[in-house]
């Protein structure tokens, strides 16, 4: 086998471990919210405090380690897409695909931080800082800068067009483009294609609340106004119907934790 190829099949296990781990981590965090949202004694969390949950099961840590090496491969697959756009989704002077290249490294540092997080837990045996209070810190930080209060409220617009993003890209359904549908039968394709979509618009309320939230920080002043994905969820239960409103959202997030199996089984993936 040639170097090259050797280099291919090594990204491509990296890839589909990396998916499946976030599918795990996103599943977590669903189910413990439908829990929640049912009064079976689940609580709201975000991805790091699913971590913590994955490390109370019994063989905990060894899960945990899985998911954590496969968080590593993720982080290695999204910097190859930043860097190499293997997809070929666009030229390199093309404006369009200079942010996705730069939201692929975004999201790579972003997944290294909760691959990190998860070392952390493994080697200590306990669950780190709540993603929630670190967000406030560095809020406050933000805040006391020049211009802060415009910055957090930039931070704030930007989540919520990623929020945006996420319901037009479940309803384009374009991560079919990236999939052996070919592979499917018929239906495991539908299934595939109902789960995608419900699991991207899921992501999408939850990211715009979180826009929101930052941006009633920045008018405000005030960085306790800043919530994670455990925030938004919790927000979610004490609105009118909240049971419901959190339910749907948890179902959602379980549908994008299985959206991520199906792109570890299926996603084409050019190295």
């Known amino acids: 086998m040639s170097q090259a190829s050797n280099k291919s099949t090594w990204i491509d296990k990296l890839a589909r471990l990396g998916y499946t781990a976030k599918g795990i981590v996103y599943a977590t965090v669903g189910l ?4 929640t ?9 975000d991805t790091k405090g699913a971590l913590g949950t994955i490390a109370a ?3 905990g840590q060894f899960m945990l380690a899985v998911v954590a090496l496969g968080l590593i491969g993720y982080v290695v697959w999204r910097f190859v897409q930043a860097i ?6 666009g030229k390199s002077n093309d404006a369009d695909d200079i942010v996705r290249r730069i939201g692929y490294g975004i999201s790579g540092l972003i997944y290294a931080s909760l691959a990190f997080s998860a070392i952390q837990i493994i080697v200590s045996a306990t669950q780190s800082a709540s993603d929630g209070s670190k967000k406030q810190t560095w809020t406050a930080r933000l805040l006391a800068q020049p211009f802060g209060q415009w910055l957090v409220g930039i931070i704030g617009a930007i989540i919520i067009g990623y929020g945006f993003y996420q319901f037009y890209k479940a309803y384009k359904a374009k991560f079919r483009k990236k999939l052996k549908l070919y592979e499917m039968s018929d239906t495991e394709e539908t299934w595939a294609t109902r789960a995608g979509r419900l699991g ?4 999408g309320v939850v990211f715009v609340m979180i826009g929101f939230f930052a941006i009633q920080a920045g008018r405000q002043y005030d960085s306790s106004e800043v919530r994670g994905l455990d925030g938004a969820l919790e927000t979610l239960t004490r609105q009118p119907y909240g049971a419901w409103l ?3 959202v948890a179902i959602g997030l379980i549908a994008y934790g299985i959206h991520m199996f199906v792109q570890a089984e299926y996603r084409r993936i050019r190295a």
């Open 32 to 35: 413990l919210a439908v829990q």
């Open 200 to 203: 991207l618009a899921a992501r």
């Open 57 to 59: 099961q019994p063989f």
């Open 84 to 89: 190499q756009d293997p997809d070929h989704t």
């Open 37 to 45: 949202a049912l009064g079976n004694g689940g609580k709201t969390t």
């Open 246 to 248: 959190l339910g749907i």
